[in-house]
């Protein structure tokens, strides 16, 4: 099954199951890939709709972190929700040691010495990860590495 049509079950399993949040973090996601498959005017594949969710959970983070600063515990919660039902739909995150491996293969391979290559080794790994680790981390483990 394709993560378009897991979605559209899983939006009906809502819908019967009477669950408001998951229906609403459902459509939110759905209406923004519509609008990436308007934008590009082509249905968007798999990763895609992957690189559109992980974006998604990105910006939620965001959110959290000022809605955490302005001390909203109830909507704190609420977004923290909406990122755990996000990211069901993401591939399984890598962990902190697989990350610091794959950064590790990818400066060997690019031959990376120093803080002028960090371009290319980000530019090598950035789409290994796509979905599966945040860019901000894998930015901070790739600086500490070369730094």
């Known amino acids: 099954m394709s993560l378009h049509e897991r979605l559209v ?35 968007l594949t798999d990763q895609e709709i992957v690189e559109v969710l992980a974006k998604l ?28 039902i996000l990211q069901e739909y993401l591939p399984e995150q890598l962990t902190e040691e ?14 990376a010495q120093d803080m002028s290559d960090m371009g290319q080794v980000m ?6 990860v796509k979905g599966k680790a945040d860019g901000n981390v894998i930015n901070k483990l790739v600086r500490e590495r070369l730094g």
């Open 123 to 128: 530019g090598a790994i950035m789409p290994q």
């Open 9 to 43: 079950e899983e939006m009906k399993s809502a819908m019967k199951d009477k669950d408001k949040q998951r229906l609403s973090v459902i459509r939110m996601a759905r209406a923004a890939i519509k609008d990436q498959e308007i934008n590009q005017r082509k249905e």
């Open 57 to 84: 959970v990105k910006q939620n983070k965001e959110s959290l972190v000022e809605y955490e600063k302005a001390e909203q515990e109830e909507r704190v919660e609420e977004i923290k929700r909406e990122i755990d």
């Open 98 to 111: 697989e990350l610091e491996e794959l950064i590790d293969e990818v400066i060997a391979e690019v031959g």
